[in-house]
């Protein structure tokens, strides 16, 4: 659209001459500036992840759908500053300018009162009532003038421009169009013109005609005729171009002034489509693909978002994708939504450079990386080969296939699988959502040696991962895990890898409240909250031990009487079945304090200790057997122990010989006991002071899956922290980071 207002121009006498079949064009037409008369280029601003196409794109911003307190509206936002303007109405139209069309129908043309929207800074409103002229909408071309398609007393139909001049609204017909046309469709006006698109039916078929409408002039000239709908129609002062997606692909393009017309075939399926436009004499086409892609696992054949000069035939690449439409812009431009390898995902402006090839700019910007990247391993340090927890990586994005080595380095035997991803129906069997993909030893086992005779130690895996759309270069990572056997799971009862807390509310039901580690918020999270049952209240104490013959962790329930009680748990990586329960033995009540779970004497299963009421320290060592969990008790601290009123296992978080211990005195002090390995501790180190903001501190083993066990902490108003091992004696807890675990429950009187 020209800078002149095409309603001032309609009122204008012109000389227009017009041809029959394609619209004549002067044998010397004023060229076009070398570089594009736009604002001064700025930074990108931000386009909202998660949004798709832009209803509307002009100079000074662009306007996008959105859910506002519940409904549905419009945001326009400043290409300048980024400033978003909330609009009430659920549906918009584009002009190519900062003219909008705003509606509160279910589509455009069913929106029978709309306003045209001037965005520009001091833009104005124009409102239009077209229900008296028995009118519905097709496109807006100025800021006060539409097209609309009429229904007269007869039940013909008519194409008419519609003007507002002073609140009053005056109508002129569109000559040119067919009395029969139906389903009339316009692109935005470009130069006072625009591009109508409308079917006839010839006998008992129909097809579809374009016709261009010198809008100043009020008269439509046909100009090609299609057996099909054409998709996507663009013009220039050069040339028209359309795409027939039905036929797999195809893009035409037509020379306005001679009608010799060029093809190009992309050989694609029928619902694989294609984004078409035009910018002067350069066509743009592209298989219309998203970053994402559409969780089929789908690699069809690729096509980059290209120019193509209809004059010289020379081709730019411009992006590595784009999807939706082409729209067009002010000033000779169009913009796309898509993105690049540099540049990223967003929205671009497409304009002619100065050596008059076209450039693609990044306008607004998600900040998603378009190559494909690798996120991190998510692997237990150990890595238990008789556990269901699936080694797991993380991709920027899921539409990848891998190439997946494991290696044991020891003997050199290895395992080679090609894992195609998707998530679509029943997905991909080695696709875990929220982009990780993995697999476990036992999908392992039943397809290599290597997994059946798995061996112990270190195995060192790599991946190349192939971006399944074509869009950006593939991904190289390599690294290493220890493996072992029937090794005892910390804190995971139903063996998936993530922590489990037991948790008793205040009428006696206990729970189990299953976690994951956000990597993103670097913190525990709760994936849900499992009823186990009633009854717990006669128990006064309730620990997670380990898993006592390996595998998922097992707990003791010590009843009033001072009897313990054990629970034999077996996950299957899904849901814990917890055995009944089996008697340890009588007097444990002369203990105050006791906690289980860690390895203290280096023969790989779980250990437990207590405090008794003399303040005395007693080692009990884990026999690997159910039916006899404990050996005889060991006396490892004499007296002194009673100054502490929470003692806890954390396993190896201080990086010395064994598993370690930390203690909180009754001034909130918590203090450190490295494990020497043979089941007994160093002197003590202090860790610092208000722990006794805490109910519970639990080691609940390695959660974010570094290598080092972890702490998560539980206050009285149902607070919560966790606090990431550093490996580090000195400082042997990272910050805490505030929990959403047990946060939203009722507040619990044991957790453990």
Do not use: C
């Amino acid at each position: 659209m020209s800078r002149r207002a095409v309603s001032a121009a309609i009122t204008t006498v012109l000389a227009v001459t017009l041809g029959t079949g394609a619209l004549s064009v002067p044998a010397a037409a004023t060229p076009l500036p070398a570089t594009v008369t736009a604002e001064a280029a700025t930074a990108p601003v931000a386009y909202p992840v998660g949004n798709g196409l832009p209803v509307a794109v002009g100079k000074t911003g662009f306007l996008l759908p959105a859910r506002v307190d519940g409904k549905q509206a419009l945001q326009w936002t400043r290409f300048a500053d980024g400033t978003v303007t909330t609009i009430d109405a659920p549906m918009g139209d584009s002009t190519g300018t900062d003219v909008i069309m705003t509606g509160r129908g279910t589509s455009p043309a069913r929106s029978l009162i709309l306003q045209l929207r001037d965005m520009a800074p001091g833009g104005g409103t124009v409102t239009m009532d077209l229900r008296p002229l028995n009118a519905t909408y097709v496109k807006a071309v100025s800021k006060d003038t539409i097209l609309a398609q009429v229904t007269k007393p007869d039940g013909t139909v008519e194409l008419r421009l519609v003007i507002s001049t002073g609140g009053t609204l005056t109508q002129r017909k569109v000559e040119g169009v067919p009395a029969g046309a139906q389903s009339i469709s316009s692109t935005p006006a470009r130069d006072g013109s625009v591009l109508l698109s409308y079917t006839l039916q010839d006998g008992t078929s129909w097809e579809r005609e374009l016709a261009m409408v010198d809008l100043a002039a009020a008269k439509a000239v046909p100009v090609h005729r299609l057996p099909y709908y054409p998709g996507q129609p663009a013009f220039s002062a050069t040339h028209l171009v359309w795409e027939d997606y039905m036929a797999g692909g195809k893009v035409y393009a037509r020379d306005r002034a001679t009608g010799a017309e060029t093809m190009i075939d992309f050989g694609l399926d029928e619902d694989q489509g294609t984004v078409v436009g035009l910018l002067d004499s350069w066509q743009l086409y592209g298989t219309a693909g998203t970053l994402a892609g559409d969780g089929t696992g789908d690699s069809r054949p690729h096509v980059p978002f290209t120019a193509k000069s209809l004059a010289s035939g020379q081709t730019v690449k411009l992006l590595d994708y784009a999807y939706g439409y082409v729209q067009p812009g002010p000033d000779h431009t169009v913009f796309v939504r898509g993105g690049s390898v540099e540049h990223g995902d967003g929205l671009f402006r497409i304009s002619l450079g100065a050596d008059g090839t076209p450039v693609a700019e990044a306008v607004a910007v998600t900040g998603l990386p378009v190559a494909l990247g690798h996120l991190g391993a998510q692997i237990p340090q150990p890595f238990d080969v008789a556990s269901p927890v699936p080694l797991e990586w993380k991709l920027s994005r899921e539409n990848a296939d891998v190439d997946l080595k494991i290696t044991h380095r020891a003997t050199g035997k290895s395992f080679s699988k090609t894992l195609h991803l998707y998530s679509e129906s029943a997905g991909s069997e080695y696709y875990h959502g929220d982009n990780t993909f993995g697999i476990t030893w036992s999908e392992i086992a039943a397809e290599s040696q290597m997994g059946r005779n798995a061996e112990v130690g270190t195995y060192d895996w790599s991946f190349t991962a192939r971006p399944q759309n074509g869009v950006g270069p593939a991904v190289k990572a390599s690294g290493s895990f220890t493996a072992v056997k029937n090794a005892s799971s910390p804190h995971d009862l139903d063996w998936d890898g993530g922590p489990d807390l037991l948790v008793r509310d205040t009428a006696g039901v206990l729970w189990r409240a299953d976690s994951e580690y956000d990597p993103a918020r670097k913190t525990l999270t709760e994936s849900w909250t499992d009823r186990i049952g009633p009854g717990w209240q006669i128990y006064d104490r309730i620990e997670t031990i380990g898993g006592v013959g390996g595998g998922a962790a097992d707990f003791v329930a010590r009843d009033k009487s001072g009897v313990l009680w054990l629970y034999d748990v077996t996950g299957n990586g899904y849901k814990p079945t917890i055995a009944g329960r089996k008697q340890i033995g009588g007097g444990w009540n002369t203990y105050t304090q006791l906690t289980g779970g860690s390895d203290l004497d280096g023969d790989g299963r779980p250990d437990l200790v207590a405090v008794d009421k003399a303040g005395a320290l007693w080692f009990y060592k884990g026999t690997g057997n159910v039916a006899l969990p404990f050996a005889a008790r060991k006396r490892i601290g004499t007296g002194g122990w009673g100054i502490y009123n929470q003692i806890t296992l954390t396993g190896n978080i201080g990086g010395a010989a064994g598993g370690d211990l930390i203690a909180r005195d009754k001034d909130g002090v918590l203090w450190l006991y490295l494990g020497k390995g043979d089941g007994t501790f160093t002197a003590r180190k202090q860790v610092g002071g208000g722990w006794g903001a805490y109910t519970d501190t639990i080691g609940i083993g390695d959660a974010n899956r570094d290598g080092r066990p972890d702490l998560f902490a539980y206050g009285p108003n149902k607070t919560a922290y966790f606090y990431a091992g550093t490996g580090d004696y000195r400082k042997p807890f990272a910050t805490r980071v505030a929990s959403p675990l047990l946060t939203d429950q009722p507040a619990y009187n044991h957790v453990s």
